[in-house]
Each structure stands twice: as structure tokens, then as C-alpha cells.
């Protein structure tokens, strides 16, 4: 079973046994997550797009993981202004265990 599931303002294609970096989440490695914002599932070529009533149930396998450094440089030249800064987005690893 295949479902497109909405997290944090973003889509995931999933199915059961994945595991996948979503947007952080409030929570604590081992809690369990549900996720009602499902928007289509395909069971065995069956495919159910509006009216969904499914579930995607998640374990929180890393609470806080931090991605690539993405460095923001601005600079104006011959006038002396340079500014330097960057930032580390958070992601939460999670593993789907099922889709209802």
C-alpha cells in the first residue's frame, strides 16, 4: 500500500517500512506519530484521492538531525560591506511502520 501524506507543509510518498527525513517534529526518540493528513492512497492499484480516511503511523527513530550547512554570503564591491551567515535546518528521521 502506497499513500502521498502531508508534513509539515510537505508531501512524502510512503509506504510501510520506509524511512525518511521530514521537517522537525516535537518529540522524543521511540514516540510514535500520527499522521491524519493523508491526500492518496493506492491499495494494489486501487487509488483513493479525495475523501481519504487513512492513517500513516510513524516511530521517531532520530528526534534531531541537522542538514548541510547552506552558507549565505552578501557583498558589495569596492564599498567594504561584506556579511557572512548560514544555518542548519533540523530534520526528524522517521520509519512509517503502517498505513490504515
Do not use: C, W
Not at 90 to 99: A, D, G, L
Request: proline letters at 1%.
Amino acid at each position: 500500500m502506497l499513500a502521498v501524506v502531508k508534513i509539515a507543509g510537505q508531501q512524502f510518498k510512503v509506504k510501510a517500512g520506509d524511512s525518511l527525513y521530514v521537517p522537525h517534529i516535537a518529540g522524543n526518540t521511540g514516540d510514535k506519530v500520527d499522521f491524519t493528513d493523508v491526500l492518496m492512497t493506492d491499495n494494489g492499484g486501487v487509488v483513493s484521492i479525495s475523501n481519504v480516511n487513512a492513517v500513516v503511523k510513524a516511530e521517531i527513530t532520530k528526534a534531531l538531525v541537522q542538514g548541510d550547512k547552506v552558507i549565505a554570503f552578501k557583498m558589495k564591491r569596492r564599498k567594504g560591506f561584506r556579511k557572512k551567515h548560514g544555518h542548519r535546518t533540523h530534520y526528524t528521521q522517521i520509519k512509517v511502520e503502517s498505513i490504515a
